[in-house]
């Protein structure tokens, strides 16, 4: 055995079982949580080291989870660190390893007396109606549970400002109030996506088949000045649904759903640009109306435990509100990201949630011309949605054109919309830019195209994101 397992073995034999539960707690957003529950002894110590954090030469994490347990004994013990100098080293910000949200959590926490867990779990039976005092063993269980179904977060403190009746400690609602604070005091203000892009500029494109066209109505989103967590490798999966064949469909009737020439295109580009920003890259082929709920739901079903993020692309036809399958049956695209609300999808809680929809939201054009399409006429009487993501944080959803209008597909070279999203990502994980400066930039560049007789298209993007969501390089 080495000396600094052999350091980790020590450290883990002078602490208690309270220990190890705060210890898990505090590195929740460091390891997934599927890796935390459950284990014991030096397995923590174990996985840190596995992810890099800690090793021989790096042990400040150590000292710092360490300084939170209060364990000053085992700081001079096996780093000769008296309590004077570590208090006096945590006072710099920039040591933590620890978000500030989590050690307000861990702090809160420890202002609540254990024999109030019982009837705080009581109380909660609203928000949390399954969880009971069998599963839910401290009051870190119990936060943690409220952040799988988003009732706290670090941008929603109202939940904990309510169990303050349960602290004999008046301290407890200023260190809320603290940490809102400074948050408050390092927040940017907002960002906004532009929606006066100039649509008069042209360009020459190749010849195209179409999709719906739109004008930008996008409001403005609010962002405060943290990130989204983008660090495991792989970050994810990213779907991706592409529709071909639509042979079925005219068979039944639907004469206008044509085979989409260049979804192969678009394929190759998804999985060219999401591999390179680190996610795990699934495709499906021509699906199905059934078969794409189907498979849209067992990717709900997963555990995303470990993952930063889910990523799912759907390439068809389509109109106001709707994708269709190979088959002419309609999908309303709400039945596609209600999946993986936090009700249905509780390991995604708290992640960003990204669909990117190439597919024609109706017929409507600038100025018709008799170009291919991928907008069906609807004359089926299909439902039709203007809803088309949870009302909750954290979704964002890239659309190929606003509703009513086609979007265009060039037949060799792929859609203009996806085409465009795929060399901007590339673009923005190379300079670290945020994702909704990336999809403006898409928009700019779409506003300068144009197809026979001065069509152009618009995307629009619809969010709830609440950070910044940046790719960082892994």
Not at 136 to 148: M, Q, R
Not at 227 to 244: A, D, E, H, V, W
Not at 263 to 292: A, C, H, P, Q
Request: net charge neutral.
């Amino acid at each position: 055995m080495d000396n600094f397992i052999s350091l980790l073995y020590n450290i883990n034999n002078g602490l208690d079982s309270s220990n190890f539960s705060e210890l898990k707690f505090l590195c929740k957003d460091l390891v997934p949580y599927k890796y935390l529950n459950g284990i014991q002894d030096t397995s923590l110590f174990i996985i840190l080291q596995q992810m890099g954090y800690i090793n021989k030469d790096n042990t400040s994490l150590i000292k710092e989870l360490l300084f939170y347990l209060k364990r000053f004994d085992l700081l001079l013990k096996h780093f000769h660190l008296p309590k004077r100098t570590i208090v006096e080293n945590m006072k710099n910000p920039a040591l933590a390893q620890i978000s500030p949200y989590r050690r307000l959590l861990y702090e809160l926490g420890n202002l609540i007396p254990d024999n109030k867990l019982a009837e705080i779990v009581l109380n909660c039976t609203k928000v949390l109606p399954n969880v009971t005092l069998e599963n839910v063993a401290s009051l870190w269980d119990l936060f943690i549970e409220l952040e799988k179904r988003y009732i706290i977060s670090e941008d929603n403190l109202n939940f904990l400002k309510k169990m303050a009746q349960y602290s004999e400690d008046e301290s407890f609602m200023e260190h809320i109030l603290t940490y809102e604070k400074k948050k408050a005091a390092a927040a940017p203000g907002s960002m906004n996506i532009d929606n006066d892009i100039n649509k008069n500029q042209t360009c020459r494109t190749d010849e195209v088949d179409a999709e719906p066209i739109a004008t930008v109505n996008t409001s403005i989103s609010q962002f405060s000045s943290s990130t989204y967590k983008m660090n495991n490798n792989p970050r994810g999966i990213c779907l991706i649904i592409s529709n071909f064949d639509f042979s079925k469909a005219r068979n039944a009737g639907q004469q206008d759903l044509t085979d989409r020439r260049g979804t192969e295109k678009d394929e190759e580009s998804l999985f060219k640009v999401f591999s390179e920003l680190g996610f795990k890259v699934r495709k499906e082929k021509d699906l199905e109306g059934n078969e794409i709920v189907q498979t849209t739901k067992s990717y709900r079903e997963q555990n995303h435990e470990q993952n930063d993020c889910f990523v799912c692309c759907v390439l068809s036809h389509g109109n106001r509100g709707l994708i269709y399958g190979t088959d002419g049956q309609s999908v309303p695209i709400k039945d596609l990201t209600s999946c993986f609300c936090s009700s249905q999808c509780s390991t995604l809680t708290g992640k960003p949630k990204l669909f990117f929809i190439q597919a024609c939201q109706g017929k409507d054009k600038q100025k018709l011309v008799s170009l291919p399409t991928d907008a069906h006429r609807a004359s089926d009487g299909s439902k039709f949605s203007d809803d088309l993501i949870p009302d909750e944080p954290d979704f964002l959803l890239g659309m190929a054109t606003t509703l009513q209008y086609v979007s265009y597909r060039d037949p060799v070279h792929g859609t203009w919309y996806i085409q465009s999203l795929c060399k901007q990502l590339h673009a923005s994980y190379q300079s670290q830019e945020d994702i909704i400066s990336t999809l403006t930039k898409v928009n700019l560049e779409l506003s300068k195209k144009q197809a026979n007789h001065h069509e152009t298209q618009m995307p629009q993007p619809w969010t709830t994101l609440t950070r910044k969501l940046v790719f960082t390089k892994l």
